[in-house]
Every structure is written in C-alpha cells, then in structure tokens.
C-alpha cells in the first residue's frame, strides 16, 4: 500500500507522512463558537515516538482529534501522505491512522477478543467479513499488549492498566502505520505506565510505526520521548528533543512551574525537580 | 484450547440459530392452535401446509388465527430491533420505544388523525404514527438534553414518563369528546393483537421491512458505536449518518407495531437484554437474534393474554407491562 522505504541512515529532516499546517480548531459553532487551538504547525516524524505535554485544559486532546480528522479543522490542513486528512473519506484515513480517544469506555459485557476486534472495522465489508487475516491481526494485537490471556473475559471486569492494554490492542489490531494515543496512561501505577511506554517505544522502534501520545507525566514524557512537543493555551510553545525542549524555562513558561533539571546519574536522562518553596519560619528551624 | 478461534458466545451462536427458529416455528403453531377452540397441532400443520377449504378448523386457522400470528411474529420483532438499537445509540440500557415516548408518540398521532380528524385511510396511518413517534421522541431527547447532567439514562426515561404522561391524558380527553369511534380505538390503545386490520397491517409492513433491513444492515457499525462517538468515528465511521438512518429504523419499525397492534410496552427492553445474556454485545449477533426471541416472546405473551383468564381475554399490552416493568426494576437496580 506503501511506498515509504526510510533510507538506512534517515536523514534530517526527517521524512514525515502526517503534519499539520496552521490549524486552527475549536468546537461549537455559531454564536457559541469557542476557538482552542491558533496556527498549531507540526511535523510528526516517520517511526518515532512523539510524545505530547502540557497543562490541563491547552488543547492536547483537540490537537490530537484534528489530527485523526474526528474534529474539523476551522483553518489551515492536516497532511496525511500529502493529502488534506478531513477530505480525504473516512474509511481510508482509518487504514492508515489509528486514534485512541482519552478515557474509552467498552460497553459492560464486551470481550476483549470483541473489543480488539473493532480495530478491523476498516478492513472489514458488509460482504467480506472477519477473513483469517482479521484474527490473525487481533491475535497478533492481542499478544503484543500482553492481553491474549484475557481474551474471552469481558473488558469491564479487568483492571484499569489490563484494560488500557485492551484498548492499545484495538488501536494495533487496526494495523495502521500512524497511531494516535490520548493520555493512555493516565490512573495507572507507575510501574504499569513504565511497561506500557517500553511497549509503545517498541512498537515505534522495532516495527517502524509513527506515535503520537499525550502524556501527563512530565519525567516519563523525557524518558520515552523521540520528539517533545509541549503545548500551552492552544499553542505549542516548544518541540525538538528532550535535550532541547525540557529545559527549567520551558517548563516555567508551559506549566508556570519552577523546577530543576537533573539528569539520571546511570542513563543520563532529563529528570525534573520542583523547586518546593519551604517556608521561611520552616526553614529557621 | 480449541475454542480459540471463536469469541466466548461463538459455538453457542453457531449452533443456536437452527435451534432459535425451530422454537419460533413452535410458539407459531402453538398459537395458532390456542383459542375458543383448541385446535391440536397436528391440525393447525396440515391447515397450513395442506389446506382445505372443506374443512371448518382449517378455515378458523387460514383466516382468523394465522393473520393474528404472523402480526405478533412482526411487531414483536419489531419492537425487539427497535429497542435494541435505541439501546445502542444512545449508550442506554434503559432505551426503548415505550420507555422514552416513540410508542405514546406515534398512537396519539393516529388517535388524533383517525379518531378526532376521522380520516382511517390505511395506508396514512403508519406515516401518521411515524410523524408522531419522531415527533416524541424529538420532545423527550430535547427535554433531557435541557435537564442538568445531559441525557443521562434516567433523565431520558423520566423525560419519556413526564411525556407519555401528558400525552395518556390527551388521548383520554380526546376519547370523551367521541365516544363512539373511541369505542373501536379503546382496546387497539391498550395494545392488542385482537383484531389486526389487514389493510392497515399491508400498509404497514413496507415500513416494518423497510425497518428491518436497513437496521440488520447497520448491526456491524452498531457495535463500533457503542464505543463511543470518537472511537467510532476513529475506525473510520460516519457516525451522524450512522445515527440518523438508526434513528429512521427505529421510527419505521415503531410506527409499523403502533398501527397493526397499538402501543404494546416494554418489549423493546425485555427482548433485546434477555438476548445479550446468550448472545453477548455484538450487535451482528444481538439484531438477528431480537428479530427472533422478540417474534417468539409476543406469540407467547400473546397466548397468555388469552388463556390466563379465558374465556375472558386481556389485552396483549397488558401482559407486556405485567412481565417487562420487573424486569425494568431488575436492570436499573443492575445496570445503573
Ligand atoms: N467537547 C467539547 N466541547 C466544548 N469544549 C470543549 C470540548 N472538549 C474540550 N473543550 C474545551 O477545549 C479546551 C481544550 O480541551 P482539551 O483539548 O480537552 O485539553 P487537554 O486535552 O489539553 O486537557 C478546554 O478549555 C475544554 O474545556
Ligand atoms: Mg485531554
């Protein structure tokens, strides 16, 4: 379907199948029309991990919904192989980008081998449906997310990280080269979010797909990430390499937040320390 | 493990269809063969396949029994489909024709028009009932879309009371300005498969076809939905179309029950969550079997109305609410 052979040694910049060019997007419409997100531009670089912060509220969610064409782009276009993604028909998009929307909610009863089953929609037809090339792509799903062992147990019965395997299932059982995630992470225990995160930078790395997540947490987002883009009221304030961007400036102008950046004395990655003021009378002590 | 390849409910659902429709056939005879006089089934068998104008019992199976059967096979799968796709638009287990006002809708719509207007030309009057379901249901979503909270799954059914509630009472004014033709309307108000107006019931199962096809062809899409607009609209779904035609099913398959049997209750919630307890959630599978067990469950609550105070007969709407407002507590109780 593809003709998109990276060369051994990419070269900068690096090749990119989905950007976006100064969009703008909002919801409602009308008198009640409020807008969110002004002239984002982005580059989402080909089989990386491309990891997505910012405070509460900025506009990571909406980006990433006008990225995957579910919310319309009130200006600008998102590219996807070149092409503007809301005109180009749904189905299509949905072979080649996959999007997990922030806190999924499976219907109480469905199996995780029903849930994972989903992810074929687009490759399914009235007429020609669940081939052997559909369960061999949920199975394969299934085992990559560590969720096979569940398979036939209903989704509402598992717990929250089990669960949010389930759901990365679906997204990978899609088979698309581009996938989207929104806060997979979030309620989890660090440890779980920890091996989530090695699986997803190892679904970039070793099997070549793109990924786009939203992250919450600031010191996974420098651990893991390929590209950081940090987002602030509607606006990405900073994207480059963790080395670059998570710097103590950009995380006072993004989150107002002071802190200091360590570095890991065994891998030499970014940390970051709040700065906690102690109190002066306190302190005395 | 050999049943790896099939989902939890897959060798069940296999086998079942076969098994499903033989018992269908079942309860088909066994209606026909309840009455006045009980015709035994080996009679009602022969009327059907061999009949015999000579012969008395063939005549009351051929012309007053089957007619009464085939209306309770369509309106229950009907109602069964309707209900069963309410559920899965709008995320709510409680969702169903006569819970949120489509059935009220669509018979004060006819009651109006054929009681008050006199105008009982058949072939208008599922596209009246149909007006008036849309027109229900369109009162309820925008009440409960205006209540604190959106349209939570209680808020649409207290919404859908508040509405079946003012609209009871219209048709009950209504019934006192005209006596007489309210006569003929009264038992067809309470839902009732007594007397099916052949005329009518032809008018009607262009819409009830129309209905189901167009839903059994949606069932696939129906179950990406019931992830969540985003999810569905992620896999590559139109989810406003996709609502939209859901939406004209379930109005056709209403006004298509509502003008061959009246407002017949809580089938459309009994049905379709009695299935998912075999059938699981996909709606491939939850469609085609509501179409069925919800054919079966009306010829069987059919043969109640008739025999638990015979020689008396209560209305089929009547057994439809004893049985399904139990199960209405059990699922809120459950699943809320
Ligand atoms: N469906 C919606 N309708 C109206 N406003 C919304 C909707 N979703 C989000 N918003 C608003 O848009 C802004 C950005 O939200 P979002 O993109 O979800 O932020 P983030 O994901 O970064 O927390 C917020 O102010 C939020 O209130
Ligand atoms: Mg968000």
Redesign the interface.
């Known amino acids: 379907m593809t003709d998109h052979t990276a060369p051994a040694s990419a070269p900068l910049p690096r090749p990119c199948r989905l950007s976006v060019r100064s969009v703008g997007a909002g919801y409602g419409s009308g008198s009640t029309a409020r807008a969110v997100l002004q002239d984002v531009s982005l580059d989402i670089p080909d089989g990386a991990l491309t990891i997505l912060v910012g405070p509460n509220g900025c506009g990571k969610s909406t980006l990433l919904?006008t990225m995957?064409r579910?919310l319309p782009a009130s200006s600008g276009a998102v590219l996807l192989d070149g092409r503007p993604i809301h005109a180009t028909p749904?189905?299509?998009?949905?072979?080649r980008l996959?999007?997990?929307?922030q806190g999924?909610?499976?219907?109480?009863?469905?199996?995780v081998?029903?849930?994972v089953?989903?992810?074929r929609?687009?490759h399914?037809t009235?007429l020609r449906?669940m081939s052997r090339d559909d369960?061999r792509a949920i199975d394969a799903a299934m085992a990559a997310a560590d969720v096979a062992q569940f398979?036939?147990s209903p989704v509402s019965r598992l717990s929250g990280g089990q669960r949010q395997r389930c759901w990365i299932a679906m997204v990978l059982a899609?088979e698309t080269d581009i996938i989207l995630l929104d806060e997979p992470t979030t309620f989890l225990d660090l440890k779980v979010q920890v091996d989530l995160l090695v699986l997803l930078r190892r679904i970039a790395h070793r099997d070549g797909r793109t990924l786009v997540v939203v992250l919450h947490e600031l010191n996974l987002a420098a651990a893991f990430a390929d590209l950081l883009v940090m987002m602030k009221d509607g606006r990405i304030v900073a994207q480059g390499a963790v080395d670059a961007t998570f710097t103590p400036q950009t995380l006072q102008d993004v989150f107002g937040l002071r802190a200091r950046v360590l570095r890991d004395p065994d891998s030499g990655r970014a940390i970051c320390a709040p700065v906690i003021d102690v109190p002066q009378a306190m302190a005395a002590q | 493990m050999t049943g790896a390849a099939l989902p939890r409910h897959g060798r069940a659902a296999s086998v079942a269809p076969a098994a499903g429709l033989a018992l269908l056939v079942l309860a088909f005879l066994w209606h026909i063969s309840v009455g006045a006089k009980t015709i035994p089934l080996p009679v009602v068998a022969r009327a059907i396949l061999a009949y015999d104008p000579e012969i008395f019992d063939h005549l009351v199976v051929i012309d007053l029994r089957v007619p009464r059967a085939v209306s309770a096979v369509l309106v229950g799968a009907a109602l069964s489909v309707a209900g069963a796709l309410m559920q899965g638009v709008t995320r709510n287990p409680l969702a169903e024709p006569g819970l949120l006002g489509l059935l009220i809708g669509a018979s004060f719509a006819v009651v109006l028009v054929v009681g008050v207007l006199d105008l009982a030309a058949p072939g208008l009057i599922p596209l009246v009932a149909a007006a008036g379901a849309l027109a229900a249901a369109a009162v309820v979503w925008g009440i409960a879309l205006a209540a604190p909270g959106g349209p939570a799954p209680l808020t649409l059914v207290l919404s859908g009371a508040a509405v079946s509630a003012f609209l009871g009472a219209l048709v009950t004014i209504a019934s006192l300005l005209d006596e007489e033709t309210f006569d003929q309307l009264r038992v067809w108000m309470t839902g009732s498969l007594a007397g099916p107006d052949r005329a009518v019931t032809l008018w009607a199962l262009p819409w009830l076809l129309g209905g189901l096809v167009v839903a059994l062809g949606l069932a696939r899409q129906m179950t990406a939905l019931a992830m969540g607009d985003e999810v569905a609209a992620g896999l590559g779904l139109n989810v406003g179309r996709l609502k939209a035609l859901a939406l004209a099913a379930v109005v056709a398959l209403t006004a298509a029950s509502v003008a061959m049997a009246g407002p017949l209750g809580f089938v459309g919630l009994v049905v379709p969550h009695g299935v998912r307890l075999f059938a699981g959630q996909d709606y491939r599978l939850v469609l085609p079997w509501s179409a069925i067990a919800g054919a079966a469950y009306l010829l069987v609550v059919d043969v109640a109305a008739r025999l638990v105070l015979a020689p008396v007969e209560i209305s089929t709407g009547l057994v439809t609410a004893l049985l399904g407002a139990p199960i209405f507590v059990w699922l809120v109780k459950r699943r809320l």
């Open positions: 919904k995957a579910i749904s189905r299509n998009v949905a072979r996959a999007i997990l929307p999924p909610v499976a219907p109480e009863g469905l199996t081998r029903e849930l089953g989903q992810g929609f687009p399914q009235l449906q369960r398979a036939d899609q």
